[in-house]
């Protein structure tokens, strides 16, 4: 995608080829910065401190932090060590531990010297292959948002809704829910999105209408309270949504208040899609609610809010009063009776085990 016009992914290696260079997602809409990561701990704090989120993006920052970590002690302690400490980063997207699995099933076998080099190539490589899986997505993503607008006769306003951001910005680049809007945008049909806000920190409000702006792609942010009030109203003719883990029977695990929306429309009758590329599915789990691991984030971010002041400067404000305790679960599990499909880079499925194992019988069969 372009930033300022100019194609730009959300990760990459700087000139020396191994300085890894990412955008400071906690300072945008109102300031563009790169950070550079030169260390493990660089990768982790990155991550732990959502300089970059989403779940793609994720995996493939975990990935870049242990070619990082092997050009400090690529010894077989070295290794544990760095996968230790990016896996504790953050518990509930599952394309980290896809990553970390990934380079330590292929690092453990060579020799210490050669395991800075095969890192680094496979997390390049991890984040070209994310790019791919999400361009594939966005194409049977816009399929579906084809036929969604025929069926409804062409209007002169196709209104997508979105929860969190699930666009570029959460993974390498394309985004998933977000890669079927850019494709429809710029195949001409009219898409406005409703952008929910996502408290409390504001992926929608400052993420996704930062990546919308900057395709041109028209739309409204909303409280996060709102989506159920413009479905009654007939506002809103599909919902789509990303997914930090989706389990082997469809059970969709996504940013907290994504629930409330699948709630809503199915109450409404408006088509509820979940886009995801094959990294997120946890084969290993079947019960969303029972055995996915919602990470805590603390009070702290429900407490207060960041923004820019009249002034110019940004700054946190308190909106909470003293003394008032708050809870702050990041992530909630959409049962798969309230997903209408599945959006994958091989095509679209019922989320369920049966729709699953369709599309990738060899992990449903492992
Ligand atoms: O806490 P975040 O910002 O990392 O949460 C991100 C989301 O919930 C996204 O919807 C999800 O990771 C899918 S991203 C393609």
């Not at 791919?132 to 194409?139: M, P, Y």
Request: with cysteine.
């Amino acid at each position: 995608m372009k930033v300022n016009g100019t194609p730009t992914r959300t990760i990459w290696l700087a000139e020396d080829g191994h300085t890894v260079e990412i955008i400071d997602q906690t300072r945008l809409p109102h300031h563009y910065e790169v950070t550079q990561l030169t260390t493990l701990g660089d990768a982790c704090r990155a991550i732990k401190d959502m300089l970059v989120r989403g779940a793609p993006l994720i995996g493939a920052t975990a990935a870049h932090g242990m070619a990082l970590a092997m050009r400090g002690d690529p010894s077989d302690v070295g290794l544990t060590t760095a996968y230790d400490r990016l896996f504790a980063t953050r518990p509930t997207a599952v394309n980290l531990r896809w990553a970390l699995d990934d380079l330590r099933a292929r690092l453990t076998p060579l020799p210490p010297e050669q395991r800075a080099a095969a890192a680094r190539a496979r997390a390049v490589e991890i984040c070209d292959e994310d790019v791919a899986l999400n361009e594939s997505i966005g194409d049977h993503g816009l399929a579906v948002f084809r036929t969604l607008w025929q069926r409804k006769g062409k209007p002169e306003r196709f209104n997508v809704l979105t929860h969190c951001n699930a666009g570029w910005l959460a993974t390498v680049d394309w985004g998933t829910a977000l890669a079927p809007i850019y494709k429809a945008h710029d195949a001409g049909i009219p898409v406005h999105v409703w952008v929910d806000e996502t408290r409390p920190r504001n992926q929608g409000a400052s993420l996704t209408a930062w990546e919308l702006n900057q395709h041109g792609v028209p739309h409204t942010v909303i409280v996060d309270n709102a989506g159920g009030h413009f479905m009654q109203h007939g506002m809103v003719d599909v919902c789509i949504v990303g997914t930090d883990r989706t389990t082997s029977t469809g059970d969709v695990c996504n940013k907290i208040g994504t629930y409330l929306k699948a709630l809503a429309a199915k109450d409404n009758g408006v088509p509820f899609y979940v886009a995801l590329p094959s990294p997120t599915i946890d084969w290993t789990v079947r019960d969303g609610v029972a055995e996915i691991p919602i990470e805590d984030r603390g009070p702290d971010e429900v407490q207060c809010l960041w923004g820019r002041l009249e002034s110019g400067e940004t700054a946190w404000i308190t909106v909470t009063p003293e003394g008032s305790p708050a809870a702050n679960p990041a992530f909630d599990v959409t049962p798969s009776r309230l997903v209408t499909g599945l959006i994958t880079e091989r095509g679209v499925c019922a989320a369920s085990a049966e729709g699953l194992a369709g599309l990738f019988p060899e992990r449903a069969a492992a």
